[in-house]
């Protein structure tokens, strides 16, 4: 079974940092590009960042470029998302993503979502 | 940035009723559009893919439809399990903007 499964969301000050992961299992993860996407809550999706399956190739949200920074280790299955100088804004569920498709593209799975809120 | 309008932006209906939400792009974008189905508290699932692709397993009710600006999500017959918010998203270029979303509601 295709799984994604989020972590290491919690509750930051502002300016803070946090990591979050998420551990990918029943496909060749190196073969594809992965995305984070956030929703703050009662909102709609925000896309947050991509990065192609041999970290060549990576893009940014404006919201978060140069905060944040997108990752991925394909020995150990898994995408990071690096949060830094978190703001109240940035407080969301935030979602890891395959991306499929070589040209058009479109996210299958999703993970369960981890939420951070940033909050004094 | 490419923005993308979804209308309406809630809708209520009834079991057995035909819908149509539509998504407009601010520049064309082909055939770059995706649907997405979400319920409370859990993540978005993909229903159609490249505007008019029917992910595997998804029931045949749910079509799309359209090209360049004008897109179409259509379910032919609603049933219960179908109340919830769907979202469009284009793939065309960064970043990968998604609609503002369309609750579904029961009538």
């Known amino acids: 079974e295709v799984q994604l499964v989020e972590s290491g969301g919690g509750l930051v000050k502002p300016g803070g940092s946090l990591r979050l992961s998420c551990a990918a299992s029943?496909?060749?993860?190196?073969?594809?590009?992965m995305n984070w996407v956030r929703q703050a809550p009662g909102k709609g999706l925000e896309w947050v960042s991509s990065i192609s399956s041999s970290s060549s190739y990576i893009y940014y949200a404006d919201s978060v470029k140069g905060r944040f920074t997108i990752s991925r280790d394909n020995a150990k299955n898994s995408l990071y998302l690096q949060m830094n100088s978190l703001r109240a804004e940035d407080t969301a569920v935030y979602y890891c993503?395959?991306?499929?498709?070589?040209?058009?593209?479109?996210?299958?799975?999703w993970g369960q979502g981890t939420l951070v809120t940033v909050s004094s | 940035d490419i923005q993308m309008t979804q209308s309406p932006s809630s809708l209520s209906a009834s079991v057995g009723d035909r819908v149509t939400i539509t998504c407009r792009a601010s520049q064309s974008i082909n055939s770059f559009l995706n649907w997405y189905q979400q319920k409370p508290g859990k993540a978005p699932k993909l229903l159609i893919y490249a505007a008019s692709s029917l992910q595997s397993g998804v029931p045949s009710r749910f079509s799309g439809s359209g090209s360049g600006t004008d897109f179409t999500l259509t379910i032919s017959s609603l049933q219960p399990e179908d109340f919830a918010t769907y979202y469009c998203q284009q793939s065309y270029s960064t970043p990968f903007t998604f609609g503002q979303g369309t609750r579904l509601e029961i009538k």
């Open positions: 993503a395959r991306k499929l498709g070589a040209t058009t593209g479109w996210f299958d799975p």
């Open positions: 029943g496909f060749t993860f190196s073969s594809y590009s």
